[in-house]
Nanobody, 126 residues
Framework: QVRLVESGGGLVQDGGSLRLSCVAS????????MGWFRQAPGKEREFVAA????????SYTDSVKGRFTISRDNNKDTVYLQMNSLKPEDTAVYYC???????????????????WGQGTQVTVSS
């Protein structure tokens, strides 16, 4: 059974930074595509960032480009989301997701993933 556990959320001021972590178990992490999504109150879940394995590629939604960085450590079965220059509009519950995928494939659709974490709250105050 696949399990994803996010951590690192919290309350931060406008312009601050946070690093989210997502630890995976129950599946071969090193050959899985990983993604981060977020959902703000009253809004649909949206794509934030994704990373492939092997020939590592990344993808970001336009609103976070240059501010967020997704990375992975296969030795720790962990994917990270470094978030800098945070804005109030980044406030949301952040979820990580996973799916076994071919080398070099990034997945930006939430429908592509088959396992999700429980989410971690990120609140950015103005």
């Amino acid at each position: 059974q696949v399990r994803l556990v996010e951590s690192g959320g919290g309350l931060v001021q406008d312009g601050g930074s946070l690093r989210l972590s997502c630890v995976a178990s129950g599946r071969t992490f090193s050959t899985s595509a990983m993604g981060w999504f977020r959902q703000a109150p009253g809004k649909e879940r949206e794509f934030v960032a994704a990373i492939s394995w092997g020939r590592v590629r990344t993808s970001y939604t336009d609103s976070v480009k240059g501010r967020f960085t997704i990375s992975r450590d296969n030795n720790k079965d962990t994917v990270y989301l470094q978030m800098n220059s945070l804005k109030p509009e980044d406030t949301a519950v952040y979820y990580c997701a996973t799916l076994p995928a071919p080398n070099g494939i990034v997945l930006i659709s939430s429908k592509a993933y088959d396992a999700w974490g429980q989410g971690t709250q990120v609140t950015v105050s103005s």
